[in-house]
């Protein structure tokens, strides 16, 4: 899984440029994979909802979140359960989301 995460190229993938931020969805995603409890899971969950695959201030989604809800589910079946909740809450918070304009890409 973590071959996975580091596999894709995020900076080409495109986002709000003042909002999304690559470098935090590949370490959020990196740190929930690991995490070992519930305060490990939140600081990646916050890394992914503030501006890794969502944001969550603006109730919006990043064509990020296409690639990382496979990797969330991946986590949710096979990590910690603190990770699980966080991975499906984010996999929630992005079907919940709306598509952010003005994308760079």
Do not use: K
């Not at 080409?12 to 590949?26: F, K, Q, S, T, V």
């Not at 496979?70 to 989301?97: F, K, N, W, Y």
């Amino acid at each position: 899984m973590l071959n996975a995460i580091d596999a894709v190229n995020r900076g080409a993938i495109p986002g709000h440029p003042d909002w999304y931020e690559p470098a935090r969805a590949a370490c959020g995603l990196l740190a929930l994979a690991s995490a070992a409890n519930m305060v490990q899971a939140a600081e990646a969950g916050s890394l992914l909802g503030g501006g890794g695959i969502v944001h969550g201030h603006s109730a919006a989604v990043f064509p990020a979140a296409v690639v990382a809800a496979p990797l969330l589910l991946d986590i949710a079946q096979q990590c910690h359960p603190a990770a699980r909740d966080t991975a499906l809450g984010l996999v929630d918070e992005a079907l919940s989301s709306f598509p952010t304009p003005g994308t760079r890409g």
